[in-house]
Structures are given as C-alpha cells and as structure tokens.
C-alpha cells in the first residue's frame, strides 16, 4: 500500500505532461537535482521513497511513500502503470529488491529502465543502462557497436574526495532510515545493517586504516619497486555487495580467499608472490587479515602471500602478472592494463570476446584457477578497444552522483541521454552525451578512461 510520510496531506494529480517515474537513487540529493532538470525540460516527475533515508533527502509534492512487501509493490506498480504509463522509470542498482521487482514489472508494460550505478570507468564517469547494470548489463549482448556520432569532447575531469563526499552523505541517510523505520514498516532493504552496528564498524574501518597505513605504503612500494611482474593480485569485493550475491556464482569472499591460496601454493612458481586487496569499504566489517594469513600458514606459503586493504587498485594490477576476481569492476584494470584476467563469477565484461575470460568461464572454478597462475593468458587487445569503445558509446556518462560542484551538469548530461533513447534528442548531440573523445583528444581521454589506475582505491 502507499503511506505519506507525515507532512504530506494533498493528493497526486494525475499529471498532463510525460512522466518520469523516479524510484531509489545514490544517497544525496542527486535525484531532486535530476528532477529539477527533467522538469525543466517539460516532464513531470514522481519519486516513490522506501525508507526515511529516500525521504530525507527528496520530500515534497512530487513523493509517494510506499510501505509493503516486495509483492505489494509489484502489484501497486502495474496498477499505476496501467493508470498512468510513464516515459521510463529511473532507478539506482538494479539488485536491490524493489527494483528487481519494478524491472520485471516495467518490461512486461514495455516501459524502458533507466539504471545507474556508481561507474564502470572511475572517477571521470557514472554508469546509466538500459534495463540493468554489471551481469544484467546490455554491454553483454553481441550486437554490432555504433560508433560515437558527431563531434566528441573530452570530459570533464572529477576531482574531489568522494569517499569522503559518499561517508556523510550516507550517514545523513541511514540517520534518517533508521528514524524513520516507524513509517515504512514491512520494507526490505537491500542491505541488513543496522545504525548502531554500522558506527562500530566504521570506527573500526578508520581504526585499521590508521593502524595499517605505514604497512600498506612499505607494501606497496616493496611490489612495485622490487616485485613487479612477480606477483598476482585477488581483489576482494564488499561482502554483502548485489551483485557479488546475485551474480557471484556462489562465490563468497572468504572462499575466495581459501580457494586461491590452496590453489595458488600448489600450482604457482615457486618464485611468485599473492596479494590479496581487501575492499577498503569493507575493511572494518570483516577480519580478512587475520584469516587469510592463517590460511598461508597452514598452506605454507606465508612468506608469499601479502595483505594489503589500501592504496590503489589500478597501481596494484599495472605493475603484476595478473588478476582474480568474483566480478569486481577493478576487472576492467586489468584488461586496459593487458593483464591476464580470471572472473570467476558473471560480470559486465564477460563474454566479449576477450580470450582471458573465455578461458576463466571454462571448466570447473577451481581447475581454471589452477590453469591461471600457471599459463596466465592476456587479453586481446583489440577486443579490449572495441569492449571500452561501446562502453563509453552506450553505458557512461561523465560527472560525479556526489561531489555538489558536478551534481547539476551530471544531471544534464542524464537529461540529454535519456532523451536520446526516448528519440527527443537529435543524433548529432550525441557527442555531448557519450563523452567520448576524438583523436586530437586522444591524451586526456587515456587520463579520464584510467586515472582510475592512479587513484581509484578498490
């Protein structure tokens, strides 16, 4: 059933102009900018919060409150559909349970998804598909690439904290979902954690980064300088993460670190080394540290092994002889960096044609990590150009969900593009959309495509 939260007393009039169905965003105020910007170029917008922390940073005329069970909302969402058809619905991670429900229900209507997520290609991009994101993601399909069409420009480069700009504005927003529990009763959420538990563990998160910096630098450093290409890297992912738990293939973080330690001390050169990189998001909700060292020990390749829950992702993977992974992003790296790359589980970047990864989809898990740290394959490099071609055509759109100086022409740029799929924009503005740049601006855009190599932290 829909509830208003407690200042909302008028009714919805049903709208004249087209509709843009809003559902949950990234934390921040993003999507009111986004409905600013949609309004202004003739929509009417509607955004259904789920939780106090929806509310608490999008309120107003243009807001429903749903309260209820997935099934609930399913039903309410084809009613309204049929009410009043939507232009398209927009909406953050396509894993989360309402709006797996909302996807399903929007295909059978034949009303097109907008799906965004954090960024494919990070700092400089976000992503926004159609019909679903990483697995779900329609780069995976095997159609023919249209290539940029126009005049492209170089993005706009974004530079700011972010993990700093994400901290307080989520925890404004799991502030506000916890009080406002009492009004959404019966709401799922896409991840069990509650406020009390979830400040222990991020004091506990910063408490390890201070304990471990000086470690993480001397580490770092001592790989690159004097391991280089002497060294394979297991990139962890955040635990509870959507897609890791809906396309991991089973995989959980702790098996990953017991597979490939076992796997690596019997089948890997007696002079390579492992680093496993734990998530730094995830670094004070889980003891991986501890437990993968013990694990080293009993498989007796301690002195080979090395832990590492800072610094850079990208640098990391530049300076090693390749990386395994359930379906992180940070896979990306790796193939512009042409490292060997084994997914174990199903990623945006599956199946495309990139022989590492055909060879990772073969056979039994354990067996193609056997293979890997043996005979590790590179990517083809042409298939790896095509791959990043199409993506930055079809799947990224420059800007930044969280730092207040990129917030508006992000939200632009998200206008444009959805006009463009809705056939509003004419085709030679899609350059202003695509961000992807033409050959005399070749330089900045290997800067843009992989800073995150230099400063991403993964």
């Known amino acids: 059933m829909i509830v208003s939260f407690p200042e909302r007393t008028d009714p919805i009039v049903p709208a004249q102009k087209p509709l843009i169905l809003l559902l949950q965003g990234p934390v921040g105020p993003f999507f009111r900018i986004l409905s600013t910007e949609l309004e202004a170029e003739g929509y009417d917008v509607l955004k259904v919060n789920f939780n106090g922390g929806d509310w608490s940073y999008f309120r107003g005329p243009q ?19 049929r009410g009043r058809k939507p232009e398209t619905i927009v909406l953050f991670g396509d894993s989360r349970p309402y709006h797996r429900q909302a996807i399903k229900v929007a295909q059978q209507a034949g009303i097109p998804v907008a799906s965004f997520e954090e960024g494919y290609v990070r700092p400089n991009f976000v992503t926004l598909e159609w019909g679903g994101n990483n697995a779900m993601s329609p780069l995976r399909m095997n159609k023919p690439h249209l290539h940029a069409r126009g005049p492209a420009v170089p993005p706009e480069q974004v530079k700011g904290n972010l993990f700093r700009a994400m901290t307080f504005l989520a925890i404004r927003y799991y502030l506000a979902k916890t009080a406002g529990a009492v009004f959404f009763r019966g709401n799922t959420h896409h991840r069990s954690r509650g406020i009390i538990s979830e ?60 597979e490939s330690l076992r796997s690596f001390e019997r089948h890997a ?16 909700h889980k003891s991986y540290r501890p437990f993968a060292m013990a694990l080293a020990r009993i498989a007796g390749c301690e002195d080979r092994v090395h832990i590492v829950d800072d610094g850079s992702i990208g640098l990391l993977i530049r300076h090693s002889l390749g990386l395994v992974t359930v379906n992180s992003t940070s896979g990306l790296l790796a193939l512009n960096h042409g490292k060997p790359l084994l997914t174990l589980g199903d990623a945006v970047y599956s199946g495309q044609g990139l022989s590492a990864i055909q060879g990772a989809q073969q056979g039994a898990a354990a067996n193609s990590l056997d293979a890997f740290w043996a005979s590790p394959v590179a990517p083809d490099k042409a298939a790896v150009k ?73």
């Open 63 to 81: 807001t429903l409150h749903f309260s209820g069970t997935t099934d609930a909302w399913s039903d309410w969402l084809s009613a309204f559909i």
């Open 199 to 258: 400040s222990v563990l991020w004091t506990r998160n910063f408490y390890r980064k201070l304990r471990y910096y000086p470690a993480n630098n001397e580490l770092m450093l001592n790989l690159i300088e004097n391991l280089e290409d002497q060294y394979f890297v297991v990139a962890l992912q955040v635990h509870d993460d959507q897609q890791l738990l809906r396309h991991g293939r089973g995989w959980t973080m702790e098996k990953l670190i017991t």
């Open 386 to 458: 095509a791959f990043n071609s199409r993506m930055h055509d079809e799947s990224l759109v420059n800007g930044s969900f969280y730092l207040r100086n990129l917030l508006e022409a992000t939200a632009k740029r998200v206008v444009k593009r959805i006009q463009l799929e809705l056939k509003i924009v004419p085709l030679d503005e899609a350059s202003v959309l695509v961000n992807r740049p033409s050959a005399t601006c070749e330089k900045a855009a290997q800067k843009a495509n992989t800073s995150l190599s230099a400063d991403r932290v993964n």
């Open 269 to 284: 050169a007696g002079n390579h080394h492992l680093v496993i990189k734990i998530h730094p998001m995830d670094r004070g």
